[in-house]
């Protein structure tokens, strides 16, 4: 009887310690590398760029590019034409953001003129928004694409450049879609992540 309390009280034990157990901060689930590291799988990048780019069989023609600048900005993740393909496709840059507001913007209308430098085209830009509701100031200049609902287009600035916006808003009405959507599918799971402290 006693070797059965001992037990119990080394497997209370063993309990308690694994509540001890934290990960480092830059590693807990709902941070900025979670979601970086989806966004650079291949697949994943597949699927994205046939998604968001208007050009057929184009998903095999890029490769991830450069998101550090010369002046210490860091976009998360840029999918680059390959080389041969520069001139012809648009690089792709994906944005995860907890609040979109007029300084992300801002500093995204910065991430554009970088990738433009580099690549001699503006980007199509995803913003993926998986925090907070869009401002109203911002909210109202995005519309509804008619071929992919779930997608918000945004006009940044004044360039003719592709933008949208994904939100769990934008996705909330087009989750009973089977199957759903490639892309809306990714934008749900990377809206769906739970933040921790």
């Known amino acids: 009887?006693?070797?059965?309390?001992?037990?119990?009280?080394?497997?209370?034990?063993?309990?308690?310690?694994?509540?001890?157990?934290?990960?480092?901060s830059p590693d807990r689930p709902g941070k900025d590398l979670v979601s970086k590291l989806i966004l650079r799988d291949v697949r994943v990048m597949k699927l994205l760029i046939k998604s968001l780019v208007d050009a057929p069989y184009c998903e095999n023609l890029y490769r991830l590019g450069e998101s550090e600048w010369s002046d210490s900005l860091k976009s998360d993740v840029v999918y680059a034409p390959l080389?041969?393909?520069r001139t012809s496709l648009p690089p792709v840059l994906i944005e995860i953001q907890n609040g979109i507001n007029e300084s992300f913007l801002a500093r995204l209308i910065k991430y554009a003129v970088n990738i433009y430098e580099i690549y001699g085209q503006f980007p199509v830009i995803l913003i993926i928004g998986i925090g907070r509701p869009l401002p109203r100031s911002i909210a109202e200049d995005a519309k509804v694409d008619v071929d992919r609902p779930y997608l918000w287009p945004f006009k940044l600035g004044f360039w003719k450049t592709q933008c949208f916006?994904?939100?769990?808003?934008?996705?909330?009405?087009h989750l009973n879609q089977t199957p759903l959507p490639p892309l809306a599918a990714v934008g749900h799971f990377l809206t769906s992540q739970k933040w921790c402290a």
């Open 83 to 85: 080389d041969h393909y």
């Open 165 to 173: 916006i994904m939100t769990k808003e934008s996705l909330s009405r």
């Open 1 to 24: 009887m006693e070797s059965i309390a001992q037990n119990k009280r080394f497997g209370d034990d063993k309990e308690n310690n694994l509540f001890m157990f934290s990960l480092p």
